[in-house]
């Protein structure tokens, strides 16, 4: 006979979350007990950029220990994210698609950039900041794809979506405000460092809109097992 069995993905979301938080700022602190970086308030110093934070010695190794597991997270994560979407929008599955596609190219590529991290020479660097850049890129695209496909669905809550379309609002506008500060701020290095370390923990709270979300609309992963019934062959 078979048995299902069901699976709430919600804590998988949060730690989903976490992790990456987690893997940032523990390299931070060892890198900072280390000597390899000054210690202050990324978020409104800058002092120091997440690469930097994670380059050297044991940080380094913190950080490639937490960040591969992440990216390996993010590939379950948005597999999950596909099927999810697929049972709410049926009439959208091109754009579902698409997001299942700059979710996974994301994630390869985060791991091409934590594999690299630490490593000298000009081919290393070049691979660590194309990696880093198409995860940031590809990641937020993808979430922005989720944001709208969700904003006609009746069982999220008003108060849900309005904050889904907030969250995009804010990765938008930081985005825009990435390029005027390159130019014009009086220490571009800090401000951009500072604009990095915010964008990336918002990116990753995102994980945790779609865990509410996933609540909200009751989504489980169902799976069918065959048991045998004592006795029986």
């Known amino acids: 006979m078979s048995r299902e069995v069901s699976f709430d993905p919600r804590g998988y979301a949060w730690l989903t979350v976490l992790l990456p938080i987690a893997a940032v700022h523990l390299a931070y602190l060892v890198s900072i007990a280390q000597g390899s970086v000054e210690a202050c ?15 050297h010695g044991l940080a380094n190794l913190l950080f490639k220990g937490l960040m591969l597991p992440h990216a390996a997270q993010l590939v379950g994560f948005w597999l ?44 290393y660097q070049w691979l660590r900041r194309y990696g880093i850049n198409v995860f940031f890129s ?16 009746p069982s999220l809550r008003p108060f849900l979506r309005r904050t889904m379309l907030a969250f995009a609002a804010l990765l938008l506008a930081l985005g825009l405000a990435s390029l005027p500060l390159q130019h014009f701020a009086t220490d571009a290095d800090r401000a951009m460092n500072a604009l990095e370390w915010t964008y990336a923990l918002l990116m990753a709270l995102f994980y945790g ?18 048991a045998d019934t004592p006795g029986s062959r």
């Not at 308030?41 to 380059?55: D, F, H, K, L, Q």
């Not at 959208?92 to 000298?120: H, K, N």
């Not at 809109?209 to 065959?226: E, K, N, P, S």
């Open 41 to 55: 308030v990324p978020y409104w110093e800058g002092c120091t950029s997440i690469s930097r934070a994670g380059r």
């Open 80 to 123: 999950l994210t596909s099927l999810w979407l697929r049972a709410l929008r049926p009439d959208a599955p091109r754009r579902i698609l698409a997001v299942t596609g700059l979710g996974l190219v994301a994630a390869v590529f985060l791991i091409l950039y934590a594999s690299f991290l630490g490593a000298e020479g000009p081919t």
């Open 209 to 226: 809109l779609i865990g509410l979300a996933w609540g909200a609309t009751g989504f489980r992963l169902r799976v069918c097992t065959d």
């Open 138 to 153: 590809f990641s937020v695209l993808a979430q922005m794809l989720v944001i709208a496909l969700l904003q006609p669905v």
